[in-house]
């Protein structure tokens, strides 16, 4: 099982920026799925996620109303939008996806590369 992620880079601050994570071998919708980061010096830390055979959403508190989890069923995808990106947003954003909710709400999943956004002040 392979997760990719894309879409990270460098943006200003109050500008927007959206992820995507693909995934070979199994089928999103049949998975729960979230967005984790990690900033430097920091432990990982939960962003967002939708429940395994849901369209229900989860947020870290911080990134609620700015922040979108959307699963692409065409493309087997899920994205992440950002917007309103501050400078603590910068981290590297990791996909993670997992067979119950359980097991990704305890990290017990597959994992992405990690994409890397930096929003500059």
């Known amino acids: 099982v392979q997760l990719q992620a894309s879409g990270g880079g460098l943006v200003r601050a109050g500008g927007s920026r959206k992820l995507s994570c693909t995934a070979s071998e199994f089928a999103f919708r049949r998975y729960a799925v979230g967005w984790f980061r990690q900033a430097p010096g920091k432990e990982r830390e939960f962003v967002a996620a939708l429940p395994r055979n849901s369209d229900s959403t989860v947020y870290e508190d911080s990134v609620k109303g700015r922040f979108t989890i959307s699963r692409d069923r065409t493309e087997n995808a899920v994205h992440l939008q950002m917007n309103s990106l501050k400078p603590e947003d910068t981290a590297v954003y990791y996909c993670?996806?997992?067979?119950?909710?359980?097991?990704?709400?305890?990290?017990?999943?597959?994992w992405g590369q990690g994409t890397l956004v930096t929003v500059s002040s």
């Open positions: 993670a996806s997992a067979p119950t909710d359980a097991k990704l709400e305890r990290r017990d999943a597959f």
